[in-house]
């Protein structure tokens, strides 16, 4: 069974960089799929920041991409998003997912329980 | 970007009743549809994909149907543990895009 785990710091300040690792275990990350991150702000909707392949293929949400990085360490079989300059926009429930396939084109199959991560000074 | 438009934004339903909530594309993505629960307080789960194609462990009480633009996710008759919000998701294209999401409650 796939299992996905987020970790990192609740609080960040504003104009630093939130950073937040996926732990991945039951699949090795190097055999496939893509691997993507969400975010819910609190009492709103779902938002898709990006998804990574493997072979470090990427995909970024217009919206973000020039703040956003998503990176892959197979040595840890965990994937990283990156947010920079952050501002309480930024607040939200953090999730980790695997998408269904090996195109980005696929739905969300399994998901992390997500972090709440806080922008404030 | 593909705009994904959820009708309604929230239903109060009985137990038993059957509950449809619709689903908008701004353009043809084909069958590229899947749909997703999020009980309250918890992690959004795939309920559904490829418009119909039912997750493993979703009851069959749980349909979709559409194609192009438009979509439908029915629940033919309403349980307690139905509660929550339900989004759908368009994956025809990057970004992948989410409806606004609809809250479903119990009467």
């Known amino acids: 069974q796939v299992q996905l785990q987020e970790s990192g710091p609740g609080l960040v300040k504003p104009s630093e960089t939130l950073s937040l690792p996926c732990a991945v275990s039951g699949y090795s990350i190097t055999n496939g799929y893509y691997w993507g991150w969400i975010r819910q702000p609190p009492g709103k909707g779902l938002e898709w920041i990006g998804s990574?392949?493997?072979?470090?293929?990427?995909y970024y949400n217009p919206s973000l991409k020039s703040r956003v990085t998503i990176s892959l360490d197979s040595s840890k079989n965990q994937f990283s998003l990156k947010l920079s300059s952050v501002t309480a926009a930024d607040t939200a429930v953090y999730y980790c997912?695997?998408?269904?396939?090996?195109?980005?084109?696929?739905?969300?199959?399994?998901w992390g329980q997500g972090t709440l991560v806080t922008v404030s000074s | 970007d593909i705009q994904m438009t959820q009708s309604p934004s929230s239903l109060s339903a009985s137990v038993g009743d059957r509950v449809t909530i619709t689903c908008r594309a701004s353009q043809d993505i084909s069958s590229y549809l899947a749909w997703y629960h999020q009980k309250p307080g918890k992690v959004p789960e795939l309920l559904m994909y490829a418009v119909s194609a039912l997750q493993s462990g979703v009851p069959s009480r749980f349909s979709g149907s559409g194609s192009g633009t438009d979509f439908t996710l029915t629940i033919s008759s309403l349980q307690p543990e139905d509660v929550g919000n339900y989004y759908c998701q368009s994956y025809y294209s990057a970004p992948i895009t989410f409806g606004q999401g609809t809250r479903l409650e119990i009467k």
């Open positions: 997912a695997r998408h269904w396939g090996n195109l980005v084109t696929t739905a969300l199959r399994y």
């Open positions: 990574i392949y493997h072979g470090g293929s990427t």
